[in-house]
């Protein structure tokens, strides 16, 4: 199946079961979104889909309402680049009502986020982290290894306030258990699932921590070791990115390589190395460089991580 | 009006803009673009009031039309579509994020207007005699920080003109539907002057970017001037247009001020101005595919 459509199946589920909501800008027919996730759904579930003006935020906080109210809510964020407008709904609302009170909230934001693609500074970045370390939220990323439908359906369900970080280019792209290869190697029983991907019966040498839409580049660079250089990748996909507890305890090595899409520097990679610290796991953190994201093509290869950076990197820790 | 001029900047616009639709359908282009066919003169004509020296202009996603009107430069245009170095920000910011003399614009909608307003007040403070031109759409008029800053314009006597390109959609969504009551309403509710005006009928247009520029100047005072119009093309590259009927498009083709301008002209001179620019695009484009991207950023 492709990672599309399971995640709308996903959407589908939560109407089905909960009579949820859908709010967002041109999530409606004909357009059914930017990228066409929720194409059709207003057709077939008239009253759930609500239309809006852009207004980021008071869309944002209509979503945190209706959830406040008891309602199942999803709220779609045309481009990730766009989470700035919503933070304090989600930083200042959404999460003190959720610590605070011990409210619960079946609120998910979805962002698609990520590069490129040549669209430049304001519609390519990873900024997830702007949530992560936030008492009261969660951020939660699917990819191509872990089913994104299944994975809204487990943050809808768990009652936190969720930002859930899509992948644009991850929409068309195939979901691995279908591809019919045997990377898959485990899927831990945690509530938002750790993947691990591994050459079949092999023992790993390093291990490579990602998530979302670094993971079809990081099973690049697994085959290219396991080929060219008989080394064995071990790649963990993480999903519940902000909360790492106990997650590196799934790490067989000893060095490992963090890999995410956003600025390395402060980002999500720093706090998993920190915990591969506590564990005597030597790591290594790969992002993107600390810049504005260009729409030149070969400028945007300077800035975002690529293949070639992954290899180099590696190499030089093996 | 001089209608051969207005209508020569028009015809770079819409040819520009045409050969970049054909230029991503070729597959030449990457990234994303929003074409502006239809709503060419708008900037066309407010550039005819703005004192490029001086005065501050800020823009929209939507902005080809804005910079050519303001610089005329195809070639550097067609080079920060591709990613060349050539390019305002040498292919850095791409379709969307330009900056240029005191031309500025980037891709948050409505964005730019709370900045617009900022940089009215920093000219107040200096006491310079420039304004500040604001381009917005009306989606972005939904835009809380667009409410904010007419706001801060109106209660802090900003001389700054907002622009509405009120070409009635938000990528598919119908602006009207979703904004209560009206602009003018919410406009002049703020004690701010408000105009409204139509690109269907180019010269009334002309006279009333005229009165607004005027008015901001010289009571130095904030105005919104609500153009309506009609996007003659899709959203973004990827757009097919469905959420408007085939009445409304008909209607919209009948009403394209470039069609006005062409009646208004001699034939000769349309012919020698559309020869012209023919060769003009063209070339920058030839010339933008043999340029360089940058090596180092
Ligand atoms: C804050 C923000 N929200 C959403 C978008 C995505 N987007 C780009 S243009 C657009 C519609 C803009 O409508 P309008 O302001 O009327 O300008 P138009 O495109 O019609 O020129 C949308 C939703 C954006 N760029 N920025
Ligand atoms: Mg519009």
Redesign the pocket.
């Known amino acids: 199946m492709k990672y599309l459509m399971s995640l709308r199946q996903g959407l589908e589920k939560m109407i089905e079961t909960h009579n949820g909501y859908l709010i967002g800008?041109?999530i409606q027919e004909p357009y059914g979104g930017a990228f066409k996730v929720t194409k059709g759904m207003s057709s077939k579930y008239p009253d759930n889909i609500i239309g809006t003006p852009?207004c980021?935020q008071g869309f944002t906080g209509l979503g945190v309402g209706m959830a406040l109210h008891g309602e199942y809510v999803s709220v779609e964020i045309?481009?990730g680049d766009?989470i700035t407008?919503i933070a304090d709904q989600m930083i200042n609302h959404a999460a003190k009502f959720a610590d605070m009170y011990q409210q619960r909230m079946h609120l998910v934001v979805r962002c698609p986020s990520g590069g490129y693609r040549g669209y430049g500074a304001t519609h390519s970045q990873s900024l997830e982290k702007i949530f992560m370390g936030i008492p009261g939220i969660q951020v939660i990323a699917p990819s191509i290894a872990t089913d994104p439908g299944d994975l809204f359906n487990r943050a809808i369900e768990s009652g936190v306030p969720t930002l859930f970080v899509e992948n644009k280019l991850d929409y068309p792209k195939e979901l691995l258990p279908d591809r019919g290869e045997f990377w898959i190697k485990n899927i831990t029983s945690d509530n938002f699932p750790v993947v691990s991907l591994c050459p079949e019966g092999e023992k790993p040498d390093i291990t490579l921590i990602t998530y979302g839409g670094m993971v079809p580049l990081s099973v690049e660079v697994m085959k290219y070791f396991l080929y060219e250089e008989e080394i064995n990748v071990e790649i963990l996909v993480l999903s519940e990115l902000s909360n790492l507890e106990g997650k590196m305890n799934y790490v067989q090595t000893h060095k490992a390589v963090v890999l995410e899409e956003g600025v390395a520097e402060f980002g999500w990679g720093s706090e998993v190395s920190y915990e591969l610290s506590k564990l005597g796991v030597h790591s290594t953190r790969i992002g993107a460089r600390r810049r504005s994201i260009p729409s030149a093509k070969k400028a945007e290869e300077m800035v975002l991580p690529m293949f070639d950076d992954v290899i180099a990197t590696i190499e030089r820790d093996m | 009006m001089n209608v051969e001029k207005i209508y020569k900047e028009c015809y770079r616009i819409r040819s520009f803009e045409k050969k970049v639709e054909q230029e991503f359908s070729n597959g030449k282009l990457r990234g994303t673009t929003?074409g502006c066919i239809g709503q060419e003169i708008i900037p066309v004509l407010a550039m005819e009031f703005i004192n490029k020296e001086t005065d501050y202009v800020v823009g929209?996603?939507?902005c080809h039309g804005q910079v050519l009107a303001y610089t005329g430069d195809t070639y550097r245009l067609a080079c920060e579509m591709m990613g060349r170095k050539d390019g305002f920000v040498k292919g850095i910011g791409g379709s969307q994020h330009i900056k240029v003399d005191k031309y500025l614009t980037n891709?948050?909608?409505g964005g730019m207007v709370t900045v617009g307003t900022g940089i009215a007040l920093g000219i107040k403070k200096t006491a310079e005699d420039a304004i500040v031109t604001s381009f917005?759409?009306?989606?972005?008029f939904n835009?809380g920080y667009v409410q904010e800053s007419l706001n801060l314009a109106a209660s802090l006597e900003l001389p700054i003109l907002y622009i509405c390109?009120n070409?009635h959609?938000?990528?598919s969504t119908p602006?009207v539907k979703y904004s209560a009551p009206d602009f003018g309403t919410r406009v002049t509710s703020l004690g701010m002057y408000y105009i409204m005006s139509d690109t269907a009928e180019p010269q009334k247009l002309c006279n009333d970017m005229e009165e607004a520029f005027s008015y901001v100047r010289k009571f130095r005072k904030p105005c919104v001037i609500d153009v309506h119009t009609a996007?003659l093309c899709g959203?973004s590259k990827s757009d097919s247009m469905e959420y408007m009927s085939n009445e409304e498009k008909q209607k919209n083709i009948e009403n394209d001020p470039i069609a006005w301008l062409e009646r208004n002209i001699q034939n000769s001179a349309r012919l020698s101005i559309q020869q012209q620019i023919a060769k003009e695009i063209n070339d920058a484009f030839d010339k933008a595919y043999i340029c360089e991207e940058i090596l180092e950023f």
């Open positions: 800008e041109d852009m980021e045309m481009f766009f407008l | 929003h929209t996603h939507r891709g948050i909608t917005f759409g009306d989606g972005g835009e390109e070409n959609y938000a990528m602006t996007r959203h």
